[in-house]
């Protein structure tokens, strides 16, 4: 291809001329302020004082006013071992409590801060020392763990956060999404449902109304005084004429939206405290 | 109850040619007999990786999963991706409730799911496999170990099996918790002991897949097609099913098909692909039940199109069922009879859409919600006037961002509803009655206008 010599050159040359006689970008800034939105917070960085010590008290109310919780605090600890995050909201107020300690000097109670129960860490570290402390494993480590103590606690996730080095929102992401997983003891009678196409379409839908009403709860889910748990279950073409309906594991036959209602009520009844008038 | 169904002879037998009537396996010594583990030998033996993956090419073999990838542009990808380590994942998670087509292929023939995934990490060269297998199906977990370690028993797999000359570890590995596993990227992040959310592709789980390493995801049923393909040659097998004409993409090979409803006899079959729907329910299914009038069918499980009788012409195959609004999906074609109302079915299967939704794109989170709710009105004849735009609009929408199948195709069971039962839902809309009478829509009177107001008031 022809090429004119020194044609590049003169393009940029004149791309700089053009520049020269354009308004400047430049703001003058001490003598010329720029408008700012009232908005405006500046960056979003730890300062250091004049003595090179970090102006940041770490009180955690940035990252308890946070609205999205986009705020997280972490760092390793003194003797460089662990990395450590400070996990869920409810853990802000504890830190509060300790920062407010050192800078006044007196204990400031925190009545918003509700801790939460200690555990007995030895059957977690077991587990723990079987998968590694491998945050690749974690579906295994929370499975075996919700074997152990029945449920999640808060403290051996936390306990988890420290060993493995992931974090707290991580684990609390994981434990949270998979159904299986749960935060709190399973409730005493369970009732499952099948929601695949071929029950839905024997009136798998017409129970699953009835049930939700009289369980007061969404489909996987617990009723609000937790007696009552409803599971999502798959039938696997075992039951090809009538909806998949099991209570506490065994399947039922013969259920009706009517029935199958009547009988979440009268689990919930059952296990009903009596009250005083 | 895993029933396989009786076929006719014509059909041919890829992935379940070697299962026993009574469902119990043959010993390791009667199975490798049979014809296991034949083709794993072969390939070490006389074939080089690239010889296998073109193999695959020109058999036209596509992932049973769902969506119809070419299996050997995904290994071309995983192998010529540069890494230290590759994977090799199977999906057995089966995400699709009511299914058992994998399930049944995992018992049956764990031999022939493993070598398949042994074959494919050869190709592309991975030391390491994992068969993810749903939690629930405890018997088909217990047979793949069995068969894992009866082929590292025998020298064929494991660490310098084969007389030394490579190195090949299977592990299963139960997965359970969430209807989204059954999507590849969600696997991989479920085996990754993350949240399972699906990611943006590109980049593809062949580049960076597994811990960031080149993987190579495909469903069990794909993976047990191989040792076949590898022993019968690709000219047999891209000789069953649809031929690749000039703009279509072809679809070769056998379907595992399940078979539910008003048929006489439910179960799971193996399919031709190419078979019309009729002929599957006819000669699988041995017809509908006594004294019933096949109304519709939902194709392709939960996420499913609603077709009508008529359609019962459709081959299955990937792209005509697309075209048609359904999915081949997991196989499942459940078959209801005149008793349903697509209007009903359509709100129930998209609640279990939107339950199943993981939330991390918001057309997919939101759009759900209110597609349910679009249909909840019509069913309880509670429409607003423009809820029919709104809703083939917001299905667009959801359809558009998607960022995994289960939102591409999770407005279906409304749209096919619509485009082919367009005048059941006139009933509901329009003259408040369902016709199969399974809804009670309440017909709303038209409101007064404001001049019969006025004369009301003065009268």
Partial sequence: ???????????????????????KATVQYPEVRQDISPHHRGRLVLLYDEWGALKCETCFQCAQACPIECIDMGGVDTKNRYHIHWGPPEQYAERREESALRRSGRPVPDRTFIPFDPIDVGPLDRILEEEDYDPGHMLAILEKTQAAYGHLPVAALKHISHATGAWY????????????????????????????????????????????????????????EGALSLEAIDCHGDSPTEPFVTLDGEARQGVTPASLAELATSLRAAAARPGRA | MATLLQTPRSWPKVTLGRVTADGELLP??????????????????????DTVIRLIGQAGLRGRGGAGFRAADKWWRCQATESSQRYVVANGFEADPGTFTDRLLMERDPHAVIEGVAIAAYAVGATKAIVAVNAGYARAIERLRGAIAQAEEAGLVGIDAMDGGLTLEIEVRPVQGAFLLGEETVLLRALEGKRGMPEQRPPYPAERGLFGKPTLVHNVETLATVPWIVTNGPAAFAAIGTARGREKAGSPGTKLVQLAGAVARPGVAEVPL????????ERAGGGLRDGVKLKLAIVGGPLGGLLPADRMDLTLDFESLREAGATLGSGSIVVADESACAVDLGRLLERFASDEACGKTIPCRIGLKRLVEIADRFAAGHHRPQDRELLVDLSNDVIASGLCNHERLAPDPL????????????????????PAGVCHPVTVAPSATAAEKKARVSA
């Fill in chain 2, 415 to 434: 749209l096919s509803g619509l485009r082919y039962f367009a005048a059941e839902y006139d009933a509901h809309i329009h003259e408040g009655r369902c």
């Fill in chain 1, 169 to 224: 929102a991580e684990i609390y992401g994981t434990a949270s999404y998979y159904e299986h997983l749960r935060f709190e003891l399973p409730a005493g009678r369970r009732i499952g449902l099948c929601r695949c196409p071929s029950c839905t379409l024997l009136g798998g839908g017409r129970l699953r109304e009835a049930l939700e009403a009289a369980a007061g709860t969404s489909l996987p889910g617990t009723s609000p």
């Fill in chain 2, 274 to 281: 190419g078979t019309t729907l009729g002929e599957i329910v």
């Fill in chain 1, 1 to 23: 291809m022809f090429r004119i010599p020194g044609m590049g050159l003169a393009k940029g040359m004149a791309t700089t001329l053009i520049r020269f006689f354009e308004r």
């Fill in chain 2, 28 to 49: 390791f010594p009667r199975a490798e007999r049979a014809g296991a583990w034949a083709a794993w030998r072969q390939v070490v033996d006389r074939e080089s990786p």
